[in-house]
């Protein structure tokens, strides 16, 4: 593996911890493992084809566990400096209680400034759908929670079953010399209402905004470095993501070893309890399989539970490099995920 190889699948498994459950976006703790989710940006980041896989299962030991899954597909178009993509995402909340189904498009513009900086500008316009059960809702005092998520109406006014919206996103995604990463995204700028009540004005998704950076440090000596040099890559990594009533800041690292990863992150949440997560992973050609465990750091053994997330990556031509048929520049050769 080279160390623009281990660089690429060190970026794509960085650590950040999951959402507050109750800011109704659904967030994940490898977040870079589903990179279009997290910001527009990188769609077509990658040199080839790429198709990603997520599971996560929130707080499994309560009645009202959160559970979410995503497919996601996205591919680069060199000779217009461009990338595409699309995506499937599901979440579930107390089973079928509550379930929300989003499906995305997404188109990314890749320039560079110079030889050192590549920048990916990109939109994301997705259609949503929620569905609720009221029977479900209604039959135990412990579905309080879902009834927070849902708006309220007039007196003696009875909600919908679904509500159904567009919700609009941007972002833009740097590497500078291929070590220095972050992105910046701006989340719900038409603020989409996603109340079950009609005269509900208040239930709308507020403006999200949410900025990473890192950077990538091989800490082996140069003069060990030869024809099977290994690389060893350590990534310091911070991520900040809020909106109104919702702020939390990660801190950690990660460590790549050949095909190996793994790493730890602290979650400041300002509103809830603070948390830990752990990852661990690895690569076998084009396949990257990754899991992480996030522990709440919570008085409340309720919600020590944790989290459990799966995510699997196949991506085509991933670190190869070739020459862009483009009479401007070829695909952003990092990051690549």
Known sequence: MTRRFATFITLIFLVITTGDAWSQDVTVSQFIANPMFTNPGFAGSNLGPRANIMYRNQWPNLHTSFESYSVSYDQNLEFINSGFGASFMSSKIGG??????????????????????????????????????????????????????????????????????YDISVGAVFTYKENIFGGFSAEHLNSPDISFYETDT?????????????????????????????????????????????????????????????????????NNDAAVVAIIGAQYKQLVFGYSFDYTLSSDSTFNGGAHELTLSFQINNGLHRKSRSMKLGPISSPSF
């Not at 994301?124 to 849902?150: E, H």
């Not at 470095?225 to 009533?245: A, K, L, S």
């Open 96 to 165: 079928d209680a509550l379930v929300t189904a989003t499906m995305s498009a997404y188109y990314a513009y890749q320039f560079r400034p110079s030889a050192d900086l590549n920048i990916n500008l990109g939109v994301r316009g997705t259609y949503f759908q929620k569905r609720l059960n009221w029977g479900i809702v209604n039959s135990s005092p412990v579905f309080d929670t879902i009834k927070t998520m849902i708006g309220t109406g007039a007196e003696n006014e009875v909600p919908g079953n679904t509500v159904k919206n």
């Open 202 to 270: 208040l239930t709308n998704l507020g403006l999200k905004t949410s900025f990473f950076a890192g950077v990538n440090i091989d800490i082996r000596k140069k003069a060990v470095r030869g024809t099977y040099y290994v690389p060893f890559i350590i990534t310091p990594t911070i991520y900040y993501q809020g909106r109104t009533g919702f702020q939390q800041l990660s801190i950690g690292t990660f460590l790549t070893r050949g095909s190996i990863f793994t790493g730890g992150f602290y979650r400041l949440d300002f």
